[in-house]
């Protein structure tokens, strides 16, 4: 149903131009600073509403705190409100004529690490915060090695409290050399870092004056270039099947269209593809959308493929080309992060993985060695993963999965696990190999 | 699609593209989805974007109200409008029969937003849903700006904000119990500008109470309040005639307008751009009843 009247102005003063859309999270130990800093980037570019200045102002009065907490812009929750602390990721939205931002303000807290790896799944950039004055600790590693694990495909460091070691560049250059050397041990493909006061904004909208020995750029204006076109797979053709259109009326008969998520690669009507994993092949009649059909499908388009055949094709299967498919393999070697407080990952644990549109049941074959954060030793006599540890992990599963690995495709190559007896999510998985 | 050559999609059209995931994934795993659907700016998006998710087949799944017995007729009769035109199932939760039943009891101040919670859990249960969409946006509100793509309820409706469960990548989890179930956000990533810009990029019609018209009015908590069956002059209130649009469509005896002179989608996006206060801030007298006014509610197993 359209009006003709009122929306039709609308639509051209609305032309939407493509601008592009960066995510990003905060990381890095508790009370460093990531909320503040949320709340200053939210300030300084005016993406604040009165009132919900007003309302962080007047509780921030009503505490006696001595100037407006900035965190309170994001710690909505009555828990977080009264620990003073980040419990589970905020999401908040601004833009800049640059660019939109999705941010995902996530806890540093370590009980909460698995919400911090909610936030930082999704992102193209994160930012990890360091208090000047107490350098990288334990959690400063582990989030930045979860960034390099998740390939969040861009890291800024920010060295914030400046303020409270006198906007010092040494201490600055000392916390930045121990950063890089860590991160060379990880797979860090970009690295940033900027020293930043948070609470009083120095480098985060514009740049400081208090810093002269710097040169880069502000936070924000390095946010609004960071070239992220390049990280998306356009190479190999993966898409899940989500779910089978067939609709039943008189009107559209023998209509049989997948309906899913363009995972990598591009779609063309025309393209021979494969469907596994029956692994028979056919052509790309069209590619639709509720708006006719289009050229092309890329990431991170929603679409419907229609098939020259008649193939058996239903939801978890995978469209995919005859010369370039990803692995179908029921023996998976994954990093796992596990996140459940209640049991730890056994030798021998049955569980479900959840892997794009298909669900697997598996079992634990093997638990290689669990990893110290800090040194990054691999200790191999581990015999479990509790809470917040990550290690290396083979699963058995009942029916193939159709993967890659998750450093060349973070949709085809990552999962979660699932505890069929609570329903909970207890882990995610990074597939390393599959055979 | 906007597309450029360089395989750009606009931040509108990969919304639109992860909302339609977000649909489809529901219908795909669970057994009885429905949509919440007040007539309101974002469950319309939320409608409009499940015919286009599932398209050229009917949307799957009905359409569920809540009603609260304090409604604008503009949006009542939008409704009844679209359902027909869709050809969909509608079921209404009334909170007049609830109230006549004895389910729930008026509260004091008059205001049905708490009381409606226990006549959405009793239509869920009558109709054993196990996943409800909403148009809840995480731009809304604080609250709100903590809650999972998938929200688990249990039992009783109720969200535990302290135990979310993870929720990696895409990959959405909505395995639970007989009994407890899912509230789906399709819109969590939009703002109300993204759903405006929305509106007019596809044409979609909105109950004219959201553009600007003159209506009788009172000036209530400082808010304009539009004078009908629910909201009656009080003392010293006077009432006058001003032009006016509403932001929000929630419960029409607490829901309040703002001055306005846009009457076309385009003025309503410029204001929208330009305003600096938050469309619940501007309208809504429920939200105001404390510091976590909606987290309280949504504990509660409102949306
Ligand atoms: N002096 C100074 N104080 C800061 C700065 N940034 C943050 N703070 C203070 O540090 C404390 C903790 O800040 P938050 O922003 O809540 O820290 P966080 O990293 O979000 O903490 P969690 O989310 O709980 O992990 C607050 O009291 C801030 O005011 C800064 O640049 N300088
Ligand atoms: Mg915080």
């Given at each position: 149903?359209?009006?003709?009247?009122?929306?039709?102005?609308?639509?051209?003063?609305?032309?939407?131009?493509?601008?592009?859309?960066?995510?990003?999270?905060?990381?890095?130990?508790?009370?460093?600073?990531?909320?503040?800093?949320?709340?200053?980037?939210?300030?300084?570019?005016?993406?604040?509403?009165?009132?919900?200045?007003?309302?962080?102002?007047?509780?921030?009065?009503?505490?006696?705190?001595?100037?407006?907490?900035?965190?309170?812009?994001?710690?909505?929750?009555?828990?977080?409100?009264?620990?003073?602390?980040?419990?589970?990721?905020?999401?908040?939205?601004?833009?800049?004529?640059?660019?939109?931002?999705?941010?995902?303000?996530?806890?540093?807290?370590?009980?909460?690490?698995?919400?911090?790896?909610?936030?930082?799944?999704?992102?193209?950039?994160?930012?990890?915060?360091?208090?000047?004055?107490?350098?990288?600790?334990?959690?400063?590693?582990?989030?930045?090695?979860?960034?390099?694990?998740?390939?969040?495909?861009?890291?800024?460091?920010?060295?914030?409290?400046?303020?409270?070691?006198?906007?010092?560049?040494?201490?600055?250059?000392?916390?930045?050399?121990?950063?890089?050397?860590?991160?060379?041990?990880?797979?860090?493909?970009?690295?940033?870092?900027?020293?930043?006061?948070?609470?009083?904004?120095?480098?985060?909208?514009?740049?400081?004056?208090?810093?002269?020995?710097?040169?880069?750029?502000?936070?924000?204006?390095?946010?609004?270039?960071?070239?992220?076109?390049?990280?998306?797979?356009?190479?190999?053709?993966?898409?899940?099947?989500?779910?089978?259109?067939?609709?039943?009326?008189?009107?559209?008969?023998?209509?049989?269209?997948?309906?899913?998520?363009?995972?990598?690669?591009?779609?063309?009507?025309?393209?021979?593809?494969?469907?596994?994993?029956?692994?028979?092949?056919?052509?790309?009649?069209?590619?639709?959308?509720?708006?006719?059909?289009?050229?092309?499908?890329?990431?991170?388009?929603?679409?419907?493929?229609?098939?020259?055949?008649?193939?058996?094709?239903?939801?978890?299967?995978?469209?995919?080309?005859?010369?370039?498919?990803?692995?179908?393999?029921?023996?998976?070697?994954?990093?796992?992060?596990?996140?459940?407080?209640?049991?730890?990952?056994?030798?021998?644990?049955?569980?479900?993985i959840k892997h794009t549109t298909r669900s697997a049941r598996a079992i634990v074959r093997g638990l290689h060695y669990r990893l110290d954060i800090n040194s990054l030793h691999r200790d191999e006599?581990?015999?479990?993963?509790?809470?917040?540890?990550?290690?290396?992990?083979?699963?058995?599963?009942?029916?193939?999965?159709?993967?890659?690995?998750?450093?060349?495709?973070?949709?085809?190559?990552?999962?979660?696990?699932?505890?069929?007896?609570?329903?909970?999510?207890?882990?995610?998985?990074?597939?390393?190999?599959?055979? | 699609?906007?597309?450029?050559?360089?395989?750009?999609?606009?931040?509108?059209?990969?919304?639109?593209?992860?909302?339609?995931?977000?649909?489809?994934?529901?219908?795909?795993?669970?057994?009885?989805?429905?949509?919440?659907?007040?007539?309101?700016?974002?469950?319309?998006?939320?409608?409009?974007?499940?015919?286009?998710?599932?398209?050229?087949?009917?949307?799957?799944?009905?359409?569920?109200?809540?009603?609260?017995?304090?409604?604008?007729?503009?949006?009542?009769?939008?409704?009844?409008?679209?359902?027909?035109?869709?050809?969909?199932?509608?079921?209404?939760?009334?909170?007049?029969?609830?109230?006549?039943?004895?389910?729930?009891?008026?509260?004091?101040?008059?205001?049905?937003?708490?009381?409606?919670?226990?006549?959405?859990?009793?239509?869920?249960?009558?109709?054993?849903?196990?996943?409800?969409?909403?148009?809840?946006?995480?731009?809304?509100?604080?609250?709100?700006?903590?809650?999972?793509?998938?929200?688990?309820?249990?039992?009783?409706?109720?969200?535990?904000?302290?135990?979310?469960?993870?929720?990696?990548?895409?990959?959405?989890?909505?395995?639970?119990?007989?009994?407890?179930?899912?509230?789906?956000?399709?819109?969590?990533?939009?703002?109300?500008?993204?759903?405006?810009?929305?509106?007019?990029?596809?044409?979609?019609?909105?109950?004219?109470?959201?553009?600007?018209?003159?209506?009788?009015?009172?000036?209530?908590?400082?808010?304009?309040?539009?004078?009908?069956?629910?909201?009656?002059?009080?003392?010293?209130?006077?009432?006058?005639?001003?032009?006016?649009?509403?932001?929000?469509?929630?419960?029409?005896?607490?829901?309040?307008?703002?001055?306005?002179?846009?009457?076309?989608?385009?003025?309503?996006?410029?204001?929208?751009?330009?305003?600096?206060?938050?469309?619940?801030?501007?309208?809504?007298?429920?939200?105001?009843?404390?510091?976590?006014?909606?987290?309280?509610?949504?504990?509660?197993?409102?949306?």
């Open positions: 149903m359209t009006t003709e009247t009122t929306a039709e102005v609308g639509a051209e003063a609305a032309s939407v131009r493509p601008m592009d859309l960066l995510r990003f999270a905060t990381a890095g130990s508790v009370d460093d600073g990531k909320s503040t800093l949320i709340g200053r980037l939210l300030y300084d570019t005016r993406s604040l509403f009165t009132d919900q200045l007003a309302a962080v102002e007047a509780v921030s009065a009503a505490r006696g705190d001595e100037y407006t907490n900035l965190a309170l812009l994001t710690d909505g929750l009555r828990a977080e409100r009264e620990q003073g602390i980040t419990i589970d990721v905020a999401y908040r939205y601004f833009a800049t004529p640059r660019r939109k931002f999705i941010i995902a303000d996530t806890p540093g807290h370590i009980q909460y690490t698995r919400n911090m790896v909610t936030g930082a799944s999704t992102a193209d950039l994160a930012l990890i915060l360091v208090d000047a004055r107490k350098g990288l600790v334990e959690q400063s590693r582990r989030h930045a090695f979860l960034c390099s694990l998740l390939r969040v495909p861009h890291l800024v460091l920010c060295v914030n409290k400046m303020d409270l070691v006198d906007w010092s560049h040494e201490v600055y250059e000392k916390i930045a050399d121990e950063f890089t050397a860590f991160a060379a041990k990880l797979d860090v493909p970009d690295l940033t870092v900027v020293p930043v006061s948070a609470l009083h904004g120095d480098n985060i909208v514009s740049r400081s004056e208090k810093m002269p020995w710097y040169e880069g750029p502000s936070l924000l204006h390095h946010l609004e270039r960071v070239h992220i076109a390049s990280d998306r797979n356009l190479v190999d053709v993966r898409f899940p099947v989500q779910y089978v259109i067939r609709p039943q009326s008189t009107t559209v008969t023998d209509y049989r269209g997948y309906a899913g998520q363009v995972a990598s690669g591009v779609l063309k009507p025309d393209d021979e593809v494969m469907v596994l994993p029956s692994g028979f092949t056919s052509r790309i009649a069209a590619v639709e959308t509720a708006d006719g059909p289009v050229p092309e499908a890329f990431p991170p388009m929603s679409v419907t493929v229609r098939l020259t055949d008649e193939i058996d094709i239903s939801r978890g299967d995978m469209i995919c080309r005859p010369n370039n498919a990803p692995a179908v393999a029921q023996d998976i070697e994954a990093m796992v992060c596990w996140m459940d407080e209640t049991r730890p990952l056994q030798l021998g644990g049955r569980y479900v006599s581990a015999g479990e993963l509790k809470l917040n540890e990550i290690g290396r992990v083979r699963f058995r599963t009942m029916v193939p999965l159709l993967v890659d690995e998750y450093r060349r495709n973070r949709t085809t190559g990552g999962f979660v696990i699932i505890d069929e007896t609570t329903n909970r999510t207890v882990g995610a998985g990074m597939i390393v190999e599959a055979g | 699609m906007t597309t450029t050559a360089a395989y750009q999609v606009s931040h509108l059209d990969a919304l639109e593209a992860e909302s339609i995931f977000v649909l489809r994934e529901v219908v795909a795993e669970m057994e009885r989805p429905v949509l919440l659907f007040s007539g309101g700016k974002d469950s319309i998006v939320m409608l409009w974007l499940a015919q286009k998710a599932f398209a050229p087949a009917n949307i799957p799944f009905p359409v569920l109200h809540v009603d609260t017995g304090h409604n604008f007729p503009e949006v009542l009769a939008y409704r009844d409008q679209r359902v027909a035109e869709l050809g969909l199932q509608l079921v209404v939760a009334s909170v007049p029969e609830a109230l006549a039943n004895g389910l729930v009891r008026e509260s004091a101040d008059g205001m049905r937003n708490r009381i409606q919670t226990p006549v959405l859990l009793a239509a869920v249960e009558q109709h054993r849903f196990d996943a409800l969409f909403g148009g809840a946006r995480r731009d809304e509100e604080k609250a709100r700006a903590k809650e999972r793509v998938f929200s688990f309820r249990d039992e009783f409706g109720q969200w535990d904000p302290k135990n979310q469960r993870p929720e990696l990548w895409s990959l959405y989890n909505g395995r639970h119990q007989p009994g407890e179930s899912i509230r789906a956000f399709p819109l969590s990533n939009w703002t109300e500008l993204d759903v405006w810009h929305y509106i007019a990029r596809e044409r979609i019609e909105a109950p004219s109470i959201y553009y600007a018209h003159e209506r009788e009015v009172i000036e209530r908590d400082g808010m304009l309040y539009a004078v009908n069956e629910f909201i009656r002059p009080r003392a010293g209130e006077e009432r006058f005639k001003a032009r006016v649009r509403y932001r929000t469509v929630g419960d029409a005896s607490c829901t309040a307008a703002v001055r306005s002179d846009a009457d076309t989608v385009a003025k309503v996006i410029e204001e929208v751009a330009a305003t600096r206060i938050t469309e619940r801030g501007a309208t809504r007298g429920d939200d105001r009843v404390s510091e976590a006014a909606m987290e309280d509610r949504k504990r509660e197993g409102y949306f």
